[in-house]
């Protein structure tokens, strides 16, 4: 069955550094990958996916992730981090109709 | 535009009641899906619709049932609700291919 995997539950991070939010997958044949976001009280809203392509898939409020085949990651990506991106992300990767989704990485950004 | 419309947005029931989320997607959308949140477990996949007329469980059915009423419309029933239903519930929906999912805002129910 397909998976992913967040290793870390909780990212801190000062505002103006690099942020980096991780994620491992599990799948048989090609992966489609996904991130995306929650703020508090909120539904999930969609950052990007990997389908097919370029490894480096850029995606909403200058977010992007790297697909890395040989070690089975895609992890989520932003140059510079703002105290607004302060949230919960999760990975999600899709079989067939199903979506499964890792258990979250919480984000603080410390101004 | 609306998206992904889930009613009630709060709901406090007694253990043994019953009730019905429901949920509403304008886009036309073919597949639909229920999810619920627990605190560190993520989200996991109760029922899916991957087309109207068709239903299918996913990781943690039991105790819930779904009615896909058509093409817009995805309810989520509990028959007899327990304490361990306690979550937030999302509604979800996905046009197909390698489309995203798109959610609702969340149904956040509480059994005494």
């Known amino acids: 069955a397909q998976s992913v995997a967040q290793p870390e539950d909780q990212v801190n991070v000062a505002e103006g550094n690099p942020l980096t939010v991780k994620c491992t997958y599990s799948v048989s044949g090609n992966p489609y990958l996904f991130w995306y976001v929650q703020y508090p009280n909120r539904g999930l809203q969609f950052l990007l996916k990997y389908i097919t392509g370029d490894n480096l898939v850029k995606g909403s409020y200058g977010f992007e992730a790297e697909f890395n085949k040989s070690q089975t990651s895609f992890h989520l990506k932003k140059p510079s981090a703002l105290v607004s991106d302060s949230a919960l992300y999760f990975c999600?990767?899709?079989?067939?109709?199903?979506?499964?989704f890792g258990t979250g990485t919480s984000l603080t950004v410390i101004p | 535009n609306a998206g992904v419309t889930q009613t009630p947005k709060f709901q406090v029931l007694k253990t043994g009641q019953s009730m019905t989320l429901q949920c509403a997607q304008d886009?036309?959308?073919?597949?639909m899906y229920w999810y619920r949140q627990d605190p560190g477990m993520g989200l996991r996949l109760i029922y899916y619709s991957a087309s109207e007329g068709t239903t299918d469980k996913g990781e943690v059915p039991n105790g819930y049932n779904v009615s896909r009423l058509n093409k817009r419309e995805f309810s989520l029933r509990l028959e007899s609700a327990a304490p361990s239903q306690t979550s937030v519930y999302f509604c979800?929906?996905?046009?197909?291919?390698?489309?995203?999912?798109?959610f609702g805002e969340g149904s956040r129910l509480t059994v005494l």
């Open positions: 886009m036309n959308h073919n597949s």
């Open positions: 999600a990767v899709r079989d067939g109709n199903q979506f499964y």
């Open positions: 979800a929906s996905n046009r197909g291919g390698t489309g995203e999912l798109f």
